[in-house]
C-alpha cells in the first residue's frame, strides 16, 4: 500500500478495475460506464479482503480508503448491475451508497437493477449529495429513501417507473433541506394526492416550513395544479416549465386557479406539448412574470383572451404553427420589450 497514486478521474469499463482503484490513495471522480460485464458493485470493502485475491467474474469493488475522497459518481448504460454487501457480496440490503459519505454529485442511469427493491434498508445515498440524477431506475415507489438528503440542492427524475409519488418530497423542500431545482419525467402521477402541508403546523408558521424549491421541470400537470401544492410552492417557486406531454390538451378552471397562486413566478413554459389546445387564462395574475416560452405547441392557436401580464419582458412563441398566433404577437410589438418568434 505505499506509494499510492493520487487521480480526480478515472473510468471503468471491466471489473479488472478493481485492482486499479486499490493502487489509487485519493480519487475524486469515478465513472462505471457501458459495461455489461460489471454484473455486481460494493461500495466500501476494506484493503484486507482485496487483498485475499478474491477473483470473481463480473465483481466490481470500491475500496473503504477512497470513500472519504470520492465527490463524483457516474454510473451509465451497466444494464445487468446490482448492488453488493461489502462484507459479504451477497445483495445488499444495508447502507447501500453510504459508505461514500462525502459524495457531492451521483448521476445513475440505465441500470434498472441497481437500486431494486431489497438493495437497500432505508436511505440510499449519503446526506453530503447536493446533486443526483437517477434515469431509468426503479424500484423506489417514493422519495422516502432520498429523505435523508438534507444537502441536496437538484434532483431529477427521468423514467423512474410509473408508480412513483412524491411521498418524502417535504424534507427535501423544508425545516434543514436545501432542494433548488427539481426535474421529473415519465412518472405521470408523480404528484398524486399530495398535501405538502403539514397538518400539525398552523398556516402562519415560521419560514422553515415553507419551500425553497426554486425551478420545476415535469411533464406532469394535472396533479401539479391543485391548491394545497400551489399555494405550498408560492413562497419560493419563480420558475415553472410543462414539456414534453401528448396528454395535455388544455387546462380546467380549478387548475388555472391553482396556477395563479404561484404569483412569484418570473419564467413559465409550456414545450413540446404536441396536443394542447390553448394556454390557460388567468396568466395575468401572474404579476411578476418576466418570461413566457410557448415552444413547438402547433395546436395552440392563440393567446389567452383575457391577456398577459404587464410585467412581461419577454414572448418566447416559436414553431407553433398558427397565423392567428403570430399576429397577436406581432400586435404586441412595443408593449412587450422582445418577442421571438422564431427558434
Known sequence: MENLAVLKELTVRTPQHSKRLLTLNSLEKLEISKCENITRLAVGVHVQQLEQGQEEDGLLLIP???????????????????????????PADGEGFQALRFLQRLKISE?????????FSRYLFPSSLQKLFLHGVEGMGTLEPLSNLTSLMRLELWSCGENLRCTGLGPLLTTTGQLRKLRVHGSPRFFAGWDPRPAQIPRDVSSSSLSKLQKL?????????????CTFLSSSLIELRFYQNQNIEGFTTQQEDALSLLNGLRELGFE???NLQQLPRGLYRLTNLKRLVVYACPTVQSLPIDG?????????????????????????VGTIPRIILSP
Open 64 to 90: 473503504a480508503h477512497l470513500c472519504d475522497s470520492l465527490q463524483e459518481l457516474v454510473i451509465y448504460k451497466c444494464p445487468n448491475l446490482v448492488l453488493m454487501d461489502p462484507l459479504s457480496f451477497l
Open 272 to 274: 413540446i406539448l404536441n
Open 308 to 332: 398577459l401580464p404587464e410585467s412581461l419582458e419577454e414572448l418566447y412563441v416559436p414553431g407553433c404553427g398558427s397565423d392567428e398566433l403570430e399576429q397577436q404577437c406581432e400586435g404586441l
Open 111 to 119: 441500470c434498472p437493477n441497481l437500486l431494486s427493491p431489497g438493495s
Open 217 to 229: 421541470l415535469t411533464d406532469e400537470a394535472a396533479d401539479l395544479l391543485v391548491e394545497p401544492i
